[in-house]
């Protein structure tokens, strides 16, 4: 059976590349079992980022209709679930994820792309929530979109499928880079994440979807005692002693 999916593993970030071009990166069950062994491998290696790119002129073509067509049962091994999953994980994983765009993203594929913590399109990449124009509706991806996205500035293109362009993306926050030069933008966001200390970064990534959700008070007693966790921490010895001597932390030392 032919590799979809691969991921490598260098200098600490975790790379998934989706290679099914027969099927513009569809999302068939295959691709996403592989997908998820490629999260278990950055997991495993305690990776600091997890970078999400694809070979082929089409980020992800969203669901593989054929296969879908021809499912015989609802198995939660192959069947939506395992969609929901791998979507879940990637918002979960408590290392960043960064989704590398250079090509077309539709439908199903704008959800898995949503679910990455930061995400950097190409200023060509087209987009287009196509569901309803083959009796569907974009159910399950709704739930990363609308978590970036407010309702009324996604519901032309989830109420009629329009295609819209990587400037309209990122005017409504589905994405967060727009650039000539995904693969350098991408270097940049890593670059950046190893200069912070690991758990600053997981913590951070954790307040971010958690801070939102919390009544005002509580938020500030929450991270109040955060604050006072995390300047008592290794890390931020190490940290505030290479400020004091002008010089990078260098994070690989004890409690980095």
Do not use: Y
């Not at 960043?96 to 539709?106: F, Q």
């Not at 978590?147 to 309209?168: C, H, N, S, W, Y």
């Amino acid at each position: 059976m032919t590799e979809l999916v691969r991921t490598a593993l260098d200098g600490g970030i975790a790379t998934i590349t989706l290679d099914s071009q027969h099927n513009r990166n569809a999302l068939s069950r295959q691709l996403l079992a592989e997908l998820h062994a490629g999260i278990d491998a950055a997991e495993a290696a305690s990776a600091r980022a997890i970078v999400l790119r694809h070979v082929g002129p089409a980020f992800c073509a969203g669901a593989d209709l054929k296969e879908r067509a021809a499912a015989a049962d609802n198995d939660p091994e192959t069947g939506p679930n395992q969609m929901v999953a791998a979507l879940q994980r990637l918002m979960d994983t408590d290392r960043p994820t960064i989704a590398a765009v250079n090509g077309a993203v539709r439908a199903g594929g704008i959800g898995l792309m949503a679910s990455c913590d930061l995400v950097v399109v190409n200023s060509s990449t087209t987009f287009a929530l196509t569901e309803v124009r083959i009796g569907v509706a974009a159910a399950i991806i709704s739930v990363p979109i609308l978590r970036r996205v407010p309702a009324g500035k996604i519901a032309a293109a989830m109420l009629t499928g329009e295609q819209f362009d990587a400037a309209e993306a990122r005017s409504i926050g589905l994405v967060t880079h727009v650039t000539d030069d995904v693969d350098g933008t991408v270097q940049s966001l890593i670059d950046g994440v190893r200069s912070g200390a690991p758990r600053a970064v997981r913590e951070t990534k954790a307040l971010l979807k958690r801070v939102p959700t919390l009544d005002r008070d509580v938020a500030f007693d929450e991270m109040g005692r955060l604050s006072d966790e995390l300047f008592a921490s290794p890390e931020a010895q190490i940290g505030m002693q290479a400020f004091k001597e002008k010089r990078l932390p260098n994070w690989s030392d004890e409690g980095a």
